[in-house]
């Protein structure tokens, strides 16, 4: 069903407090029919978008929060603008089958300007739903060593990326390890080669010589035939998979936000990746 | 070979949940003209086409009576698929659907019926696949359902399995429902055998255990020392909707309060379950309905609906409907106070009804907390207990009625719910309770089935009810349509108080 964006609040100079002012305000605003809109929250969902991300994000989060209600934190980097910190606080609506309220989830939009990009957790840490996990989106290639990146996986119980937005896998793979004990990842190109190991998982023990993909799948197959089973497979370039589900970013996307525990299949297949 | 043994042989299973698809397999409804069929099963089959949950090599062959070409039927299931289906018709899925359905004009007791529907049955296997694995779906009146397993165990075959869907109602008595099981125990085994009851398929209803086995702060209060006790209402609007013939057998003891009512009381009452195994929670299950005492007839109470009006508009009476006779003693409400004579719940009252052409449709388990020992407040005649409301149907969802002080001057509190409302959390659609149990038998899975046990004990109480009614004549009619039901049955939870 079709949301409804429900303007707030917005301020090219905001302040933690002005924010929270602006939520409550919104909590408190009257709905359809007179009645308060409903509020439920299962995490708080962060999004890290560079601005060569900012398209891409926003149509794969639209109507995320319908499938996980969630107070949704989306960064904004611009480290290249002047020292601020501009915000945007709306409410986006569903409305509910045979009920007069809507089903309302806060979104909080953050530009973070200058100096502000490189401290994000002191931004977003107040902004937390309490006792509910966090889920980290971090669109393209993460900047593993810089201080963005160290803060925000310190406050976030899972990440998530999709490794096919990377530039240089298999590489990469061997920096995303050390991280393994600071977060569960989730990585959405694994996601999309489901289908793909459920099929060899069927067949087995028949055993592929070669598989074709994209760079990242195909890496992380290989990554996961040597490191469950011992079984070395040449690699081959081709832009689609041989077995996939054809499922929506936002559909894979949501699918990771069920997920919560540390995947030790997914963590030995990008380390074995990255020695490929 | 079991799941351990697999991935102990194939190192890719690690960390994979494959897909539970069911093996391949013909469903065989056996009453298959009827609303069920085009209400529920062929919508709840699509459903499951949808999210490509239907094993590849499947088929449906439709049974009954009534004269139809497969056309005839394909084209009906169609209609009533783009009626009453969740999902939006997509003619791909349809088509596919379609393709593998067959329908078979027989009231299967003669012996060329039955060959013409196993060569129906025969000629899927070899044109779809279906390896000889048979669902038998009986939704046919109790009357004719011990010819048919007893033709169906006698005509089985040693290729493929067979499992069998047992619509309610399952007997109309403890001795028929004992016939029927041994019938059944004689041609088929109790892993074989679904007693179906639909209550169970609800995502509702399962969250039930959820609420209570998965959240630490309800298990140490779940019990007689916290609890004052517990009302479980299934209340309909509707009347019986032109099922007279039915319902005059039946009435709502046997419709509703045997199964439906008797497994939401079994599933709030039992002890925690080791597993989540169909013998385990069936075992627990048992267990609460073995400890259910025979009421006192003074705390049971039955009505029967006369004149009245549903959302404005007016209503005939009970013994007005079609068919039904103008001295008609079929009751259409039942209330009871239960008692479950074990540890945890000894002299804690369940107060149970069920009826039809009540206020309005809820089904709504409210489990009612002993009032806070001495609030230092001076208006605590407003102060009300804690309820636990688990809202079945409609507006699926947990409440809990709390105390909160009315912000001003003094310390005035007043009662608040906090709401989960399902819906509103889950936004992915709660699946129809027969999809869940048809994919559930496909996949052999029995835990939200009763068993046979189960149905025995349900029918022991329900027939030392109906002893106790035969005893005296009802003072009909006694509630008008679109109330609560009798004010008997009011005064039975006041009288607690």
Not at chain 2, 378 to 394: A, G, K
Not at chain 2, 419 to 434: C, E, I, K, S, V
Request: aromatic share 10%; charged share 25%; with cysteine.
């Amino acid at each position: 069903m079709a949301s409804v964006a429900i303007e707030g609040w917005a301020d090219d100079c905001a302040t933690i407090d002005e924010i929270e002012d602006a939520l409550a305000e919104l909590r408190l605003r009257v709905g359809r029919g007179g009645v308060p809109d409903l509020r439920t929250s299962v995490l708080t969902h962060m999004a890290w978008v560079p601005a060569e991300w900012q398209a891409a994000a926003t149509e794969t989060l639209a109507g995320l929060g319908e499938q996980h209600p969630s107070r949704t934190l989306l960064f904004f980097p611009e480290p290249e603008e002047g020292n601020r910190l501009a915000a945007t606080v709306f409410l986006e609506c569903h409305p509910l089958e045979g009920d007069a309220r809507q089903l309302c989830n806060e979104v909080v939009e953050l530009r973070l300007g200058g100096p502000r990009a490189e401290a994000p957790a002191s931004i977003a840490t107040p902004l937390l739903l309490p006792d509910l996990p966090v889920f980290l989106r971090w669109r393209g290639r993460p900047p593993f060593r810089t201080n963005e990146f160290t803060q925000m996986i310190a406050i976030a119980d899972r990440l998530i990326v999709d490794s096919a937005e990377w530039p240089d896998v298999p590489g990469a793979y061997a920096e995303l390890e050390d991280f393994f004990e600071a977060a569960a990842f989730s990585d959405i190109a694994w996601r999309r080669t489901l289908p793909w190991r459920e099929a060899l998982a069927q067949r087995w023990p028949e055993r592929p010589d070669r598989i074709a993909g994209p760079p990242a799948e195909t890496a992380l197959l290989a990554g996961w035939l040597q490191s469950r089973a011992g079984v070395e497979v040449a690699r081959e370039h081709a832009d689609e998979l041989a077995y996939d589900d054809h499922l929506a970013a936002s559909v894979l996307l949501s699918e990771e936000l069920n997920v919560f525990g540390r995947d030790a299949v997914y963590e030995a297949a990008a380390q074995a990746a990255a020695r490929l | 070979m079991d799941t351990q043994s697999v991935e102990t042989e194939n190192p890719l299973l690690e960390g994979l949940r494959l897909r539970r698809t069911p093996e391949p397999c013909v469903l065989a409804i056996f009453g298959a003209s009827g609303d069920l069929t085009r209400r529920k099963i062929f919508p709840a089959l699509y459903s499951l086409a949808v999210r490509k949950l239907l094993p590849e090599e499947f088929g449906v062959v439709g049974i009954a009576r009534t004269a139809h070409t497969t056309e005839e039927f394909v084209a009906a299931m169609e209609a009533a698929v783009r009626e009453f289906a969740r999902d939006e018709f997509r003619s791909d899925v349809w088509d596919r659907l379609a393709s593998g359905t067959r329908y078979v004009t027989t009231d299967f007791a003669d012996e060329s019926g039955q060959d013409e529907v196993v060569m129906c049955l025969n000629d899927l296997d070899a044109h779809a696949g279906t390896r000889g694995n048979r669902l038998y779906y009986l939704a046919v009146p109790p009357t004719a359902m011990p010819t048919l397993v007893q033709e169906l165990g006698e005509r089985r075959t040693t290729t493929g399995w067979v499992r069998l869907i047992v619509e309610k109602p399952f007997g109309r008595d403890l001795a028929s429902a004992r016939e029927l099981n041994q019938i059944l125990a004689s041609h088929f085994t109790e892993a074989e055998v679904f007693r179906i009851d639909h209550y169970l398929g609800k995502e509702t209803v399962q969250n039930l255990l959820a609420l209570r086995f998965a959240n630490g702060i309800f298990e140490p209060i779940w019990n007689r020392q916290f609890i004052d006790h517990v009302q479980i209402t299934v209340a309909e609007s509707i009347g019986i909707e032109g099922r007279a013939g039915y319902y005059e057998q039946a009435g709502a003891i046997r419709d509703i309060f045997q199964n439906h009512l008797l497994q939401l009381v079994a599933l709030t009452a039992m002890e925690p379950p080791i597993d989540f195994d169909a013998e385990s929670v069936r075992n627990e299950k048992v267990k609460v309905l073995r400890a259910l005492s025979t009421p006192n007839p003074r705390f049971v109470v039955r009505g029967q609906y006369g004149r009245g009006f549903i959302e404005g508009v007016e209503v005939p009476g009970y013994r007005e409907e079609p068919v039904v006779t103008s001295d008609s003693t079929t009751e259409t409400f039942v209330a009871a106070r239960l008692f479950v004579d074990n540890w945890r719940w000894a002299d804690t009252p369940f107060y149970v009804r069920t009826g039809k052409r009540l206020a309005r449709r809820d089904t709504t388990i409210a489990i009612q907390f002993k009032r806070a020992p001495h609030p230092p407040f001076e208006d605590i005649d407003t102060l009300r207990s804690n309820v636990l409301f688990v809202h079945v149907q409609p507006n699926e969802g947990v409440s809990l009625a709390i105390g909160a002080k009315v912000p001003g001057e003094g310390m005035r509190v007043r009662n608040v719910h906090m709401d989960f409302l399902y819906g509103g959390t889950f936004r992915t659609g709660l699946p129809d309770a027969y999809e869940r149990l048809i994919l559930d038998t496909m996949l052999g899975d029995q835990t939200l089935f009763t068993r046979a046990d189960e149905i025995e004990e349900q029918w022991s109480l329900v027939d030392a009810v109906v002893a106790a009614w035969a005893r005296e004549r009802p003072n009909f009619l006694n509630y008008a349509a679109g109330t609560w039901g009798p004010a008997a049955a009011q005064e039975l939870v006041e009288w607690h108080r």
